[in-house]
Nanobody, 120 residues
Framework: QLQLVESGGGLVQPGGSLRLSCAASGFTLDYYGIGWFRQAPGKEREGISCISRGGTTNYADAVKGRFTISRDNAKNTVYLQMNSLKPEDTAVYYC??????????????WGQGTQVTVSS
């Protein structure tokens, strides 16, 4: 079965850290750009970070300097290290894959999501 599976979400206090994982099964991530998205209740989905096939990264202004995306092709997994978390980071986080390019509204695979809650 071809799918992406996110993990690593949970409840964390403001200022804390989490590392999300996005693991691919049934296909190799080598040829794919991988993006992280999030959606908070009552808000539109937003793209927050992407890593290209070659390792080039980009970030939304809201997370720049706090979040780091990385990929380990040997493990077929992409990570999102989230530091200095804020309550406004609370959302369901999704990863997506798109062949050759960073995913936007266009993607080939979409994960089921993992909940991140930042609260004291």
């Amino acid at each position: 079965q071809l799918q992406l599976v996110e993990s690593g979400g949970g409840l964390v206090q403001p200022g804390g850290s989490l590392r999300l994982s996005c693991a691919a099964s049934g296909f190799t991530l080598d040829y794919y750009g991988i993006g992280w998205f999030r959606q908070a209740p009552g808000k539109e989905r937003e793209g927050i970070s992407c890593i290209s096939r070659g390792g080039t990264t980009n970030y939304a202004d809201a997370v720049k300097g706090r979040f780091t995306i990385s990929r380990d092709n040997a493990k077929n997994t992409v990570y999102l290290q989230m530091n200095s978390l804020k309550p406004e980071d609370t959302a369901v986080y999704y990863c997506a894959a798109r062949k050759y390019y960073c995913p936007t509204n266009a993607y080939d695979y979409w994960g089921q999501g993992t909940q991140v809650t930042v609260s004291s």
